[in-house]
Each structure stands twice: as structure tokens, then as C-alpha cells.
Antibody, heavy 118, light 107 residues
Framework: QVQLVQSGAEVKKPGASVKVSCKVSGYTLTELSMHWVRQAPGKGLEWMGGFDPEDGETIYAQKFQGRVTMTEDTSTDTAYMELSSLRSEDTAVYYC???????????WGQGTLVTVSS | DIQMTQSPSSLSASVGDRVTITCRASQSISSYLNWYQQKPGKAPKLLIYAASSLQSGVPSRFSGSGSGTDFTLTISSLQPEDFATYYCQQSYSTPHSFGQGTKLEIK
């Protein structure tokens, strides 16, 4: 059974960066393909990017290219998502998500609220 | 990019009703289609993967069908705990886009 535990809520000013962590237990990070999904208040789910095992690389949604970096520390089984040049529209709950297959997400973190406000 | 369109956006139904939610992809995605349920303040929960495979632990009143571009999620007999928002997602190609969601409310 995989468990994903995310870091706590963040408040950032416009233009700043935020780094959200996702600690994995039950499996090692190398056995999983980690993805990140966000949800703005009252809105739907938006896939930001994730590891593609067929290509062996992390793929980012075009919308976030140049602003997002997803990394992994396999020594601690922790995944990270860093988003830079924050604007108010980035206010959202950010989720890490993964699965026993790379094609669906049966495990989700609890979510991290990132608030961007001056 | 593949666009996913769900219908309806919202739906009112009663306990015991049979409900169907539709998801359409802008191009063929074979059977790379998943369904999630989300309740307020909670992370999404996987219900159906690969268009029609029921995730372990999910009640059998949930079922999925379709392939290519048109897919459906059916709840055979609504229970009180089923009132939530439902999302489809394609995993055929990146970005792994979601539908806009269908909010299922109590009539």
C-alpha cells in the first residue's frame, strides 16, 4: 500500500517560488511514476506533469513549461514540485499522485494549498 | 493536446436512480480512460481505469464503458455517499488531461 504525505500549506507573494514535497512510503520512489495535479478553488483538476516511464523522463504540461520543475530524492523517497514566478492564478491545491500502473492514479497525497497573495 | 469534454456539467438525481455521465475525447484514446470521484476537501479517488476496469474496493454499482472517443460512467443505483464530483481523465498521451467535471447533486 502506497502512502503519499505532502508538505504543509504555503503563502507566497507574486513573483516568488514554492516547493512542495511528497513523501512516499510503502514503495520506493523508483518503483513509481509520480505526477502532479492542481486544483484552483472551485475549479477542476489540471495535470501539471509527471514521469513518463516509456521515455524515462519527466514531461511537463505546455502551460507550465519553463516555470515548473519536478524532482525526486530517491535516498529519502521524496518527490518535489517547484513552481516559480507565482501569480494569483496559481492559488490552488497541489496534489502528488501515482499508481501501480503509469496509466492511472490510485494513490494521491492529501493536497497542499498554495496561496499567492500580495 | 487531447481535449476531454464531460456531460452534463451538473446533474440532480435521487437515491436509487440510475445515472450516466458521458466523456468525449477530441481524438481516439483507445481505452486509456479513467474515472475519479472527488468529495469536497478531499483528494480524488480512482473508480474505473482502462475505461471499464473496476478499481479494487469500489462498489460494483459503478461501471464504465466505451473506447475510441466516447465513454460512459454509470452508477446503477445511487447511494447517499455517491453525491460528489466525477472526472474523466485520458492517459493515452501527455498532457494527461481531465474533463471539466460533473457535479452530482441530490434532488
Amino acid at each position: 500500500q502506497v502512502q503519499l504525505v505532502q508538505s504543509g500549506a504555503e503563502v507566497k507573494k507574486p513573483g516568488a517560488s514554492v516547493k512542495v514535497s511528497c513523501k512516499v512510503s510503502g514503495y520506493t520512489l523508483t518503483e513509481l511514476s509520480m505526477h502532479w495535479v492542481r486544483q484552483a478553488p472551485g475549479k477542476g483538476l489540471e495535470w501539471m506533469g509527471g514521469f513518463d516511464p516509456e521515455d524515462g523522463e519527466t514531461i511537463y504540461a505546455q502551460k507550465f513549461q519553463g516555470r515548473v520543475t519536478m524532482t525526486e530524492d530517491t535516498s529519502t523517497d521524496t518527490a518535489y514540485m517547484e513552481l516559480s514566478s507565482l501569480r494569483s492564478e496559481d492559488t490552488a491545491v497541489y496534489y502528488c499522485a501515482t499508481g501501480q500502473s503509469p496509466y492511472y492514479f490510485d494513490y494521491w497525497g492529501q493536497g497542499t494549498l498554495v496561496t499567492v497573495s500580495s | 493536446d487531447i481535449q476531454m469534454t464531460q456531460s452534463p456539467s451538473s446533474l440532480s438525481a435521487s437515491v436509487g436512480d440510475r445515472v450516466t455521465i458521458t466523456c468525449r475525447a477530441s481524438q481516439s484514446i483507445s481505452s486509456y480512460l479513467n474515472w475519479y470521484q472527488q468529495k469536497p476537501g478531499k483528494a480524488p479517488k480512482l473508480l474505473i481505469y482502462a475505461a471499464s476496469s473496476l478499481q479494487s474496493g469500489v462498489p460494483s454499482r459503478f461501471s464504465g464503458s466505451g473506447s475510441g472517443t466516447d465513454f460512459t460512467l454509470t452508477i446503477s443505483s445511487l447511494q447517499p455517499e455517491d453525491f460528489a464530483t466525477y472526472y474523466c481523465q485520458q492517459s493515452y498521451s501527455t498532457p494527461h488531461s481531465f474533463g471539466q467535471g460533473t457535479k452530482l447533486e441530490i434532488k
